[in-house]
């Protein structure tokens, strides 16, 4: 688990201004849920990377971008909120169900963004969780073009909580794809 802290991200917040994370926490708009299960190591992404590390990239620019208005949740088999902004490299499963409970105390308060390719352990659960929402969760998906599946499933969830699917070209564009919704531009 890496243990350093992205410039901007609410750690570095609470450090800047000697505050406690929970305190930093109350400026974030948006709460961005990161898929870093097994297949997120597929390396189909910019320069033969993985899809991982180029999320992981442009989380630290989107963060660097927007200072203390992004919360890091990361998940996989389990679930971790990462004040530090570096999402670990959990591997396991993808249990998007788990990660929407663990996210929805936060539910009316902030908008929420999705970024994955598209598998989750139970769809149906995950998609029956979020229609309850009354925030809106936007989904970005940085798996292949090709993939129709897991496309498919990423932009019903979207329909599902009233959000907007964006594609970030296998993650190359993942920060501008977020700054983009989160800013409301591309109705």
Not at 18 to 34: K, N, P, R, Y
Not at 118 to 138: C, K, M, T
Not at 148 to 164: D, N, Q
């Amino acid at each position: 688990m890496s243990t350093s802290i992205v410039p901007g991200s609410l750690g570095a917040m609470a450090q800047r201004d000697g505050i406690s994370i929970a305190e930093s926490f109350l400026s974030a708009d948006v709460i961005v849920i990161v898929d870093v299960s097994g297949s997120m190591a597929t390396r189909d992404s910019r320069g033969g990377q993985q899809r991982y590390e180029v999320a992981c990239q442009e989380l630290e620019r989107l963060q660097r971008d927007l200072p203390g208005r992004i919360a890091v949740v990361a998940f996989s088999s389990s679930v971790q909120f990462v004040p530090g902004g570096q999402p670990p490299f959990l591997g396991g499963g993808t249990d998007l169900a788990g990660a929407l409970r663990f996210v929805q105390v936060a539910d009316g308060c902030v908008r929420f963004v999705v970024i994955s390719d598209g598998y989750p352990d139970e769809p149906e659960r995950a998609l029956a969780l979020a229609s309850q929402f009354r925030s809106q969760i936007d989904v970005v998906y940085v798996g292949p073009e090709s993939d129709r599946i897991g496309r498919e499933f990423l932009e019903m969830l979207a329909r599902a909580a009233g959000g907007r699917y964006v594609v970030a070209d296998r993650a190359a564009e993942l920060a501008e794809r977020v700054e983009t919704l989160m800013l409301g531009a591309g109705r």
